[in-house]
């Protein structure tokens, strides 16, 4: 078992962001190395089950209905919209399929149709992952009876910097949702957004969060900003690409068992970038040529780009109704 850890310092994740790039890397080669095949990925596909009017005010987001974007509105999928999606992500050889709702939380009732599309998903011999806002504990223990595996909700940012992101709930109202998700027995997925305007000081600080929780995300998505015309972030400084590499490093030092995964973001990154990223620790990516609103790149191009790396599909975990080991003792 690697060394993990729940008690790292916002001073000691700093001076890991700020190692020589090439020893930076080096330590999350050595560590990538002892608890994965360095050459396989997880690949998952996204859908947007119910798209945009959401009330938050999120300001990297397409669909807050705050935010004057060009998305189109679209009342929740009906089921065999959502099962034909998730065949066709199948077909091309994603074994993870997520569903993503612009709800600040889900209702019960919303969470019955959910559930039904859980349960197909399943019949299909796939993973299933949603993201549907906030959750009370009752409703995550429903959603880990009809069978599902992974619940997302990200941190977005560190707790220092999220006042300027978001005003219409909480980071702590985030941190209960994760424990309500955890409680239940299904596996987390966290992570959060570069690129926001943050200073590297608040990437170590969101890095920190994600590490010292009880049990580390099984999975950790981290975003570059997508931005979005109309959204309060559009226009924000790009960050220097390096310093993203640098961060994905750092997660999969920080937490050696769970998969990272480069996210939003990849359709405005070179090969070269997105190689370096699979080179820091990063395991995993978003796969189809749509994220929720925003274009990914075409399933095509990935694979060209997975073969000239010789990276290869990951297969579905034969424990996959077992929450991941990665828990505090
Ligand atoms: N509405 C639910 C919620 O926010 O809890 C679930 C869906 S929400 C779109 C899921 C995550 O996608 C956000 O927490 C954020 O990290 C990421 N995201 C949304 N818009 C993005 C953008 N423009 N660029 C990068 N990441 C984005
Ligand atoms: C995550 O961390 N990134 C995904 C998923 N979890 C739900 C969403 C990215 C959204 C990018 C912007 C868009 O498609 O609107
Ligand atoms: Fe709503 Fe989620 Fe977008 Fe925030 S990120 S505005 S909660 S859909």
Redesign the pocket.
Known sequence: MPDIRYDWTLDEIEALLDLPFNDLLFRAQSVHRAQFDPNRIQVSTLLSIKTGT?P?D?G????SARHDTQVERERLLPLDEVLNAARAARAEGATRFCM?????NPTNANLDQVIAMIEGVHALGMESCV????LTAAQARRLKGAGLDYY???L?TSPEFYGQVISTRTYQDRLDTLEHVREVGLKTCS???LGMGESRRDRASMLRQLTNLPAHPESV?I??????EG?PLFGTAALDPIEFVRVIAAARILMPASHVRL???RQDMSDELQALCFLAGANSIFYGERL?T?SNPEAERDRALLARLGLRFEEVEAERAEPGGCHRH
């Open positions: 959401c938050e999120c990297y987001c397409a669909q993503g709702a612009a709800w600040r993201t549907l806002g906030m997302n909700h990200n977005d992570g959060g957004i998505p975003n570059l900003l997508v931005q979005i959204t996210s939003a973001g929720l925003a």
